[in-house]
C-alpha cells in the first residue's frame, strides 16, 4: 500500500486481529527484507565497491532514513 492510499476494510479487520507481537514480528521482517534489497541495489550500482564499504553505507542509509 502506498502512503497515499486508505486501507480496505478487510486489511484493517485483519491488523486489528492479529496481537501486538504479531505485528511487531511483520515489521522486523519487513525491515530486514528492506535492508537485504537495498544492500541487493547498492551492489549492483557499485560494483567495484568492497563489502564493508556496501554495509557502512548501508547503515548510514538506514540510520539517516525517512518515513
Given at each position: 500500500m502506498l502512503a497515499d492510499e486508505q486501507a480496505t476494510p478487510e486489511q484493517v479487520a485483519a491488523l486489528r486481529e492479529m496481537t501486538g507481537m504479531r505485528r511487531m514480528q511483520l515489521a522486523e521482517q519487513l525491515y530486514w527484507f528492506a535492508r537485504k534489497m537495498k544492500k541487493a541495489g547498492l551492489q549492483a550500482q557499485h560494483?567495484?565497491?568492497?563489502?564493508?564499504?556496501?554495509?557502512?553505507?548501508?547503515?548510514r542509509i538506514f540510520l539517516h532514513a525517512r518515513t
Open positions: 560494483i567495484d565497491w568492497t563489502e564493508e564499504q556496501i554495509n557502512c553505507e548501508l547503515v
